[in-house]
C-alpha cells in the first residue's frame, strides 16, 4: 500500500507540475514576485492553493500557492481511490515539495552572494563617482546582470512608482534570498536615513561579502568527498572483488578439492 501511495503520489504531482509556469533562471523568479510583472492568468493549481490559503488567512505567495495546490490535488486524486492512499500520497507530495523549495532557496541565496561582492564593488564606484543613493542604485541596476541586478532593478521600479529609496530597498531583503541581500541594503539604508558615510560601510561589506562567499566554497568543496564517496564505492568496490578476492577464493577451492 506505501508503496503504490508513493508511486501515486508521484504520478499526481508531476501531471501538477507540467501546470506550473517554467521559471527558468533566479531572474525570472524575481521578476514573477515584482509586483509591478504583468499579471497572468493563474493556473489551476494555483487558484487552488490561493483559495485555501486565503481561507487559512494566510497572506499571498505564489510559491506556496503552487505548493498547496499541488498537495490538494493529490490528495483529491488519492482519496477518489482510497482514504488512506491519498492521505499518504499528500505527506509524500508535500515532503517533496518543501524538500525542493528548500533547495530552490539555497540556490538563490547560492547565486546571490556569488554576485554580491561585485554588486558592493560597483556601489562604491558610484558613491566615489558622486552619485546619490538613488542614482547608484539606477546606475548599478543598468549594468550588473543576474539575481542581484533583478532585485535591483524591482527596486528601481518600485522608486518610479513613488516608493521611498529606503523602503524599496528593504523590501529586497523579505525574498527568499534577503539574508544575502542584507550586506548591501543595509549601507545604502543607513546612509539614507542617518547619513553615515557610504565608503567605508560599502567597503566593510566587501569584505564581508567576499569572506561569506570563500567560506561557502570552501564548504562546497569539503562536500566532494562525501558525494563522491557512493559512486567511487559502487564503481571501485566490485571491480576490487573480482579482481582480488574471487580469484584468491577460486584458487583456495581448487586447492581443497585436491
Avoid: K, N
Avoid at 504583468?38 to 503552487?66: E, F, K, N, Q, Y
Avoid at 523579505?174 to 539574508?179: F, I, L, S, V
Amino acid at each position: 500500500m506505501i508503496v503504490l501511495a508513493a508511486a501515486w503520489a508521484c504520478a499526481v504531482l508531476w501531471g501538477a507540475l507540467l501546470v506550473r509556469p517554467c521559471a527558468g533562471s533566479v531572474r525570472a523568479r524575481l521578476e514573477e514576485r515584482s509586483p509591478q510583472a504583468p499579471r497572468r492568468r493563474a493556473r489551476p493549481v494555483v487558484s487552488v492553493g490561493r483559495t485555501l490559503r486565503s481561507a487559512a488567512g494566510r497572506p499571498p505567495d505564489a510559491d506556496a500557492d503552487r505548493r498547496v495546490g499541488s498537495v490538494a490535488l493529490v490528495l483529491l486524486a488519492g482519496a477518489a481511490l482510497d482514504v488512506t492512499l491519498g492521505l499518504a500520497a499528500a505527506a509524500v507530495s508535500w515532503f517533496a515539495l518543501r524538500r525542493r523549495a528548500t533547495r530552490r532557496r539555497h540556490q538563490e541565496a547560492v547565486e546571490v552572494l556569488a554576485q554580491l561582492p561585485e554588486a558592493v564593488d560597483l556601489f562604491a564606484l558610484a558613491a566615489s563617482a558622486g552619485l546619490s543613493v538613488r542614482l547608484a542604485v539606477e546606475a548599478v541596476a543598468a549594468r550588473l546582470d543576474g539575481p542581484v541586478g533583478s532585485a535591483l532593478d524591482r527596486a528601481v521600479r518600485q522608486m518610479r512608482l513613488g516608493t521611498e529609496v529606503a523602503e524599496a530597498l528593504e523590501a529586497l531583503t523579505r525574498t527568499p534570498a534577503g539574508e544575502s541581500l542584507r550586506l548591501l541594503v543595509r549601507p545604502l539604508t543607513d546612509s539614507l536615513r542617518y547619513g553615515s558615510a557610504l565608503g567605508p560601510a560599502l567597503a566593510a561589506a566587501a569584505a564581508v561579502a567576499r569572506a561569506e562567499r570563500r567560506r561557502q566554497a570552501e564548504a562546497a568543496a569539503r562536500r566532494v568527498p562525501l558525494r563522491l564517496l557512493f559512486p567511487l564505492t559502487l564503481c571501485v568496490l566490485p571491480a576490487f572483488v573480482l579482481l582480488t578476492i574471487v580469484p584468491t577464493v577460486v584458487q583456495s577451492l581448487e586447492l581443497l578439492r585436491f
